[in-house]
């Protein structure tokens, strides 16, 4: 495709066209790795489910993932994502207490054990959420946050939307059953990540096995903790129509993948299921670092400037989740109008980086100028410009 500087006289363009793409393949050796065969593929008795790789978002497995279902009791982690970000605003403290109601008092299901009227700090509530899977904890907190748990579930959609939670409706704080109340694998994976990625001091309390209420200790539902696969959260749920399902996340060599499974028959289903995708999730990829912010992409023509070239950098550190002992044909190639026209300033954003990996949604990066190129003087330009009058070039 072909493209036309303004800045040049008309006559100059006719004689003077700038390519606009140029195509880099980098090294394969640097990029490939020695194997041709395939990656394995994966079955789970899980009527939905997925894999993400934390740091890249890459999707290693995926079964149903946009299917709506009903998500039972992990949709609490919702319910703590707004505590965390009430905490985080200043708006209560870990030792602000919230009284319970009687609505609270009366919730069925899994419990706390909170007494009525009861004045209860924020902490122990999150406690009683993330380990016990409280539901009475849970309205305590939808009420003593939004006054109302109807109040909060609004503000639980309200978040779910800018999270990206595209396939998601909370029509309560806990999960308890109700057919305007689902989410999908997907919405839920993004869940898991950003509550990770925004609170990580108080993201450490999924992995608590335990938690002493009331003289009524109870351990962590969520079978993972207990089996040695890195994991390190985050919340388990079940009810008749959605069996029983899992929120969990896991790190091992400093790589972590987040998954979420539902619809499974028994807990002994969830726990053999979760610890099967985890492990294979941590153990059969690897993150690969393409390119890192900085690197000198490609030296540009420049015209108009004291220096004929410039180095051009990528913007931004790109990495890509792939399987082990697979090789790949990724290309790399770069666009920006050519030659590029002084003045030019270091950093400045002149084109892009595209990325292609078999398998995998396309990619790109900012392309950056690498260096400071002032423009010619008044006498030098006239020249340049009678120069690609005269020659073209």
Request: glycine residues 8%; contains cysteine.
């Amino acid at each position: 495709m072909l493209f036309e500087c303004c800045i040049l006289p008309p006559e100059a363009l006719k004689m003077h066209r700038m390519k606009a793409i140029k195509t880099l393949i980098f090294v394969l050796s640097l990029i490939c790795l020695t194997t041709s065969a395939n990656a394995e593929t994966l079955e789970t008795l899980a009527k939905q489910a997925i894999i993400i790789d934390y740091d890249t978002g890459a999707v290693l497995l995926s079964k149903n993932a946009d299917e709506r279902m009903p998500t039972s009791s992990m949709s609490k982690v919702m319910t703590v994502y707004l505590v965390d970000e009430a905490l985080d605003k200043g708006k209560i403290a870990l030792d602000t207490r919230f009284t319970v109601s009687e609505k609270a008092w009366r919730m069925q299901g899994s419990k706390m054990f909170v007494e009525l009227g009861g004045q209860i700090s924020v902490e122990d509530l999150m406690r009683g959420v993330m380990i016990q899977s409280g539901n009475d904890a849970t309205i305590v907190l939808a009420e003593g946050l939004a006054g109302t748990e109807e109040a909060f579930a609004q503000a639980m959609n309200a978040k779910a939307k800018e999270l990206g939670m595209k396939n998601t409706h909370f029509a309560n704080a806990s999960g308890w059953p109700d057919p305007e109340h689902y989410s999908t694998a997907r919405d839920l994976a993004i869940l898991g990540r950003a509550t990770i990625k925004n609170f990580p001091e108080r993201y450490k309390i999924y992995a608590e096995k335990d938690f002493t209420y009331n003289d009524i200790k109870q351990g962590n539902r969520n079978p993972l903790l207990y089996q040695n696969v890195g994991a390190d959260g985050i919340k388990t749920g079940h009810t008749e129509d959605a069996g029983y399902g899992l929120i969990g996340s896991g790190v091992e060599n400093g790589r972590r993948v987040i998954l979420v499974i539902n619809g499974l028959a028994s807990q002994k289903e969830r726990a053999e299921e979760s610890a099967k995708l985890l492990t294979w999730g941590l153990r059969r990829f690897e993150n690969k670092n393409l390119l890192k912010a900085g690197a000198v992409i490609e030296q540009a023509n420049v015209a108009m400037g004291q220096k004929s070239a410039v180095p051009l950098v990528a913007g931004q550190d790109v990495t890509v989740t792939l399987p082990k002992l697979v090789g790949h044909n990724i290309e790399m190639s770069v666009q920006y109008k050519s030659p590029l026209i002084a003045p030019l300033q270091k950093g400045q954003e002149i084109g892009s980086i595209s990325i292609k990996v078999p398998d995998l949604a396309p990619m790109e990066a900012p392309l950056l100028v690498g260096e400071d190129i002032p423009e010619l003087g008044f006498f030098a330009k006239t020249l340049a410009k009678a120069k690609i009058l005269i020659l073209g070039t």
